[in-house]
Antibody, heavy 120, light 107 residues
Framework: QVQLVQSGGEVKKPGASVKVSCKAS????????ISWLRQVPGQGLEWMGW????????DYAQRFQGRVTMTADTSTSTAYMELGRLRSDDTAVYYC?????????????WGQGTLVTVSS | DIQMTQSPSSLSASVGDRVAFTCQAS??????LNWYQQKPGKAPKLLIY???ILETEVPSRFRGSGSGTEFTLSITSLQPEDVATYYC?????????FGQGTKLEIK
């Protein structure tokens, strides 16, 4: 069965960077893209961007351009999301998610979430 | 970016009731609309995609309808396990945006 397992929670200081991993199993990693989303505590969901599991192509939401980098290691079927220049309002649960078949943007499979806390 | 507006923001109903939430898109998204259910501390769960297609193993009491800019998620015969926050999300083009959610509680 398809599984996405994320790395553990992180506490970072303002201005630092955080890198979250998402290890995929149960399917061919290169066949699908991985999206990253986040949810500020008590608030809604926000799409941050995606990375192709095949060729590493990326597309980032405009508000994260220049601060986010998404990469993928096909040898370990792991996707990574690095967010730099952290601010207190980046405190959120970060999720990776995979599409439902050919439906791009229909997220059937989700990681368990990684809480990133930004605090001085 | 397309704005997704959900109403109501919260809803309280009794077990066995029929409930409905709406989602309005700021422009035509045809039928490219998903509904997710999220329980506290958990990742969202896909319920419906393409506005009306029920994901496998989702109970048939959930129903999605609508097209264009107006969409509805309804639950017939509300069950205690349906307590959650429900989000709509479009996937017509990037960025894929979500509504702010409807929190459903049991009276």
């Amino acid at each position: 069965q398809v599984q996405l397992v994320q790395s553990g929670g992180e506490v970072k200081k303002p201005g630092a960077s955080v890198k979250v991993s998402c290890k995929a199993s149960g399917y061919t990693f290169t066949y699908y893209r991985i999206s990253w989303l986040r949810q500020v505590p008590g608030q809604g969901l926000e799409w941050m961007g995606w990375i192709s599991g095949d060729n590493g192509d990326t597309d980032y939401a405009q508000r994260f351009q220049g601060r986010v980098t998404m990469t993928a290691d096909t040898s370990t079927s792991t996707a990574y999301m690095e967010l730099g220049r952290l601010r207190s309002d980046d405190t959120a649960v970060y999720y990776c998610a995979r599409d439902l078949g050919d439906y791009v943007g229909v997220w059937l499979y989700w990681g368990q979430g990684t809480l990133v806390t930004v605090s001085s | 970016d397309i704005q997704m507006t959900q109403s109501p923001s919260s809803l309280s109903a009794s077990v066995g009731d029929r409930v409905a939430f709406t989602c309005q898109a700021s422009q035509d998204i045809i039928n490219r609309l998903n509904w997710y259910q999220q329980k506290p501390g958990k990742a969202p769960k896909l319920l419906i995609y393409d506005a009306s297609i029920l994901e496998t193993e989702v109970p048939s009491r959930f129903r999605g309808s609508g097209s264009g800019t107006e969409f509805t998620l309804s639950i017939t015969s509300l069950q205690p396990e349906d307590v959650a926050t429900y989000y709509c999300q479009h996937y017509d083009h990037l960025p894929h945006t979500f509504g702010q959610g409807t929190k459903l509680e049991i009276k």
